[in-house]
């Protein structure tokens, strides 16, 4: 069991990291955990820094990374309410790929 956990302090659980057996780590994603075997040279990468390698893995920043987990993979509405805070609308995204090019994009409610 690995002592690093996510930057919300959360422990076991859905956003805890596992370094299943020496390089083999497994991660949290929206669709359930991704598991990769590291090469020695990965590894050392990887120990570094681990939220920055496991976001780069996805092509990820490490904010990206924690929102793309923390919406569970959907796309938020980028409208800002009257109130100032964001508009709590998602949208479906179905590959990582949609997630990423799909930001910035607003719900049927704020749609012009």
Known sequence: MSNW???DGTTPGDHELRIV??????FPTPKG???IHLT????KVFQQNKEKYIAGFF???????YEWLETDGR?????IRRNGQR???QMFAWRLEDWKSRQGEYCHWHQQ
């Open 75 to 79: 796309v938020r509405c980028a409208a």
């Open 40 to 43: 020695e040279d990965e590894y």
């Open 33 to 35: 955990y991704r598991e």
């Open 5 to 7: 956990y996510w930057k």
């Open 21 to 26: 057996e020496g390089r083999y780590i497994a």
């Open 59 to 65: 092509g990820l920043s490490i904010q990206q990374f």
């Open 87 to 89: 508009c709590k609308q």
